[in-house]
């Protein structure tokens, strides 16, 4: 799933094994200086950003503490994975490239060691700037990215994480169809987590029921259709229009897995 954005001391450590966990190994001794480079560059500004999320737990006052609390403890649990696209999973390029209407090169014999070519990891990069599937988030990441935005990013796909958003997102999970009434769902719900993170609104319904909306609106999910809802759906659909979404936002139950979709 296409990311709709970009778009202390205990969290280095935190993120220098997170990352060390979820990119993986390249079996080459020696690596260049732009590699080193590369990784640095990546690994320092998704610290930037989940220092700024640290921050934000430290303040009870504000309307975003509780996601940000939970979003961080997410990740520091290591219950999200975070890494470039070199550290693409065999299934995660699929998906990938199913998206990008791209051709996927054939199952490999050993889909551990497989890793993703030069050309589509090229390829990839310079059409998207992250992506999400199960509890794995890709990022592509400039040392010029804002850090509050990229904090805010992240608080974004936990959400999509904790509600196994690609599940929900497609008319047909095989085809990889997006069905924009479905879809807008998942993502009304993630831009109105992004929206408490980033301000200490007063009417979180109304202030950031409109974040959403237009949201929604600049990311061309525009073909929202509310009659069409499944009856799932249709639920938290009610939600968004009646009852503070908040509960719905924090302490969700986490999935027991990240099995491929059913
Ligand atoms: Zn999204």
Known sequence: ??????????????????SCKSIKPDHTLVKTKSQIEE????????????????????????????????SLERISNYDVTISSFKGLTYNDYRHVMIDLEQT???TPKDIDSWQVSKKDLALIESLLSGYMWGNRLYFRIHKDDDA??????????????????????????????????LASVEEFRAFYAECLYLNNVSHPNRECGKFAAESLK???????????LQPKV???????QNIPVVNLLVNSAWPDDFNECM
């Not at 709709?4 to 205990?10: A, F, G, N, P, R």
């Not at 990013?153 to 509600?163: D, G, R």
Request: proline content about 1%; hydrophobic content about 40%.
């Open 234 to 240: 249709k639920k938290i659909y009610d939600l968004f």
């Open 39 to 70: 990784t640095d560059q990546f690994n320092a500004k998704i610290i930037e950003a989940l220092t700024i999320m640290e921050a934000r737990t430290r303040n009870p006052s504000s309307t975003g503490h509780q996601i940000a609390r939970e």
């Open 1 to 18: 799933m296409f990311l709709k954005k970009m778009l202390t001391i205990s969290i280095w450590l935190v993120f220098f094994a997170i």
């Open 104 to 106: 996927v090169v054939e």
């Open 218 to 228: 600049k990311y061309d999910y525009d073909d929202f259709d509310g009659s069409r």
């Open 148 to 181: 509050v935005e990229l904090s805010s990013t992240l608080v974004h796909e936990v959400n999509h994480i904790a509600n196994r958003s690609e599940c929900s997102y497609y008319q047909d999970i095989k085809t990889q169809e997006v069905d924009d009434t």
